[in-house]
């Protein structure tokens, strides 16, 4: 069975850090590309930062480069996104997500629904 299941969300200050995992089963990382993906209330639904599980190549999107950082452990099969400098702005439900070997970058922007497999997500709040 197939399954994505985010872990690490919760309440952090301005500035503070945040760990995101995202563990999966009955689909093997190294064949596909994973990817963070965000939404908050009244806001579309934005690829945040991908990886391929294969070679392990990302895509980010400029507002976090810097300050997240992708990663992939294909003998765990668990990709995760460290989060630093954290911003009010960047709160919102965040989604792991995964579908069959493509371009990083055109599943950050452009996810096929239709081949893609989501999480169910994890929150992140950033407030004072």
């Known amino acids: 069975q197939v399954q994505l299941v985010e872990s690490g969300g919760g309440l952090v200050q301005p500035g503070g850090s945040l760990r995101l995992s995202c563990a999966g089963s009955?689909?093997?990382?190294?064949?596909?590309?994973l990817g963070w993906f965000r939404q908050a209330p009244g806001k579309e639904r934005e690829g945040v930062s991908c990886?391929?599980?294969?070679?392990?190549?990302?895509y980010s999107i400029d507002s976090v480069k810097g300050r997240f950082t992708i990663s992939v452990n294909n003998a765990k099969n668990t990709v995760n996104l460290q989060m630093n400098s954290l911003k009010p702005e960047n709160t919102a439900l965040y989604y792991c997500?995964?579908?069959?070997?493509?371009?990083?970058?055109?599943?950050?922007?452009?996810?096929?629904?239709?081949?893609?497999?989501w999480g169910q997500g994890t929150q992140v709040t950033v407030s004072s």
């Open positions: 997500a995964a579908a069959p070997v493509t371009t990083v970058q055109s599943f950050c922007i452009t996810p096929n629904d239709r081949e893609t497999f």
């Open positions: 009955g689909l093997p990382f190294r064949y596909y590309t």
């Open positions: 990886i391929r599980g294969g070679d392990g190549g990302t």
